[in-house]
């Protein structure tokens, strides 16, 4: 498989290629907020839609969110999809979901289970978005599981690879490769070993 080299700052709202062109564009909100807030101006035909709210505001997922994980959930949720990808395709859009710790998509085993059920559906891989504070102390472990039930996902569009740190508030947030609590030892035994058509580096 050839692999693509992509460069992403979280804080903007475009992928690069190798290039510097822009290859594709992260919403600035969730699946669940695009139907009513679909992008003006797109420069690429492939939108990146956050699957939750996980932002790093805060330390662990509420009350509120651990509800919106329950089955019942499930519905609502994959009615929203069905809805995006209609949409997506009237706009000759490619819709990719990335999934992560404040979504419905919640860790690596919902979304293997999830995307197996909708294998046409692709979805961007950032295992460090599965993360919570708590999780720290195991890091490893949890990485390590997590790439490996990556392998089980149909349609991966792309894998990024970065680290975290905690911040003074003790939230989880964005650190660059090189830096924070994943080495770059660790990212070559866990993130980077998921195989993916498009190997994206969190700058």
């Known amino acids: 498989m050839t692999t693509k080299s992509l460069t992403w700052a979280p804080s903007t709202a475009t992928i690069l290629d190798d290039s510097g062109a822009a290859a594709a564009e992260v919403f600035d909100g969730d699946i669940m907020t695009l139907a009513e807030h679909w992008p003006q101006n797109l420069i690429t035909s492939t939108l990146i839609v956050p699957c939750g709210h996980h932002k790093g505001t805060d330390p662990e997922p509420s009350a509120d969110l651990l509800a919106q994980w329950s089955q019942d959930s499930?519905?609502?949720?994959?009615?929203?999809?069905?809805?995006?990808?209609?949409?997506?395709?009237?706009?000759?859009?490619?819709?990719?979901?990335?999934?992560?710790?404040?979504?419905?998509?919640?860790?690596?085993?919902?979304?293997?289970?999830?995307?197996?059920?909708?294998?046409?559906?692709?979805?961007?891989?950032?295992?460090?978005?599965?993360?919570?504070?708590?999780?720290?102390?195991?890091?490893?472990?949890?990485?390590?599981?997590?790439?490996?039930?990556?392998?089980?996902?149909?349609?991966?569009?792309?894998?990024?690879?970065?680290?975290?740190?905690?911040?003074?508030?003790?939230?989880?947030?964005?650190?660059?490769?090189?830096?924070g609590l994943i080495t770059d030892e660790l990212l070559d035994r866990t993130i980077r070993t998921i195989p993916t058509q498009r190997s994206i580096e969190c700058i």
């Not at 009237?90 to 085993?109: C, E, H, N």
């Not at 599981?145 to 740190?165: F, T």
């Not at 989880?172 to 830096?179: D, T, V």
């Open 74 to 179: 499930w519905e609502p949720f994959n009615a929203s999809v069905e809805e995006l990808i209609a949409l997506a395709a009237s706009k000759d859009t490619q819709l990719v979901i990335l999934p992560g710790a404040g979504g419905r998509l919640s860790d690596a085993i919902c979304t293997v289970t999830w995307s197996n059920a909708h294998p046409d559906i692709p979805l961007l891989i950032d295992p460090a978005r599965w993360l919570t504070p708590s999780m720290m102390t195991d890091l490893t472990d949890h990485l390590i599981r997590s790439a490996s039930l990556c392998m089980e996902i149909p349609n991966i569009w792309g894998v990024a690879d970065r680290s975290v740190q905690i911040d003074g508030d003790g939230h989880l947030i964005h650190a660059p490769i090189g830096a």
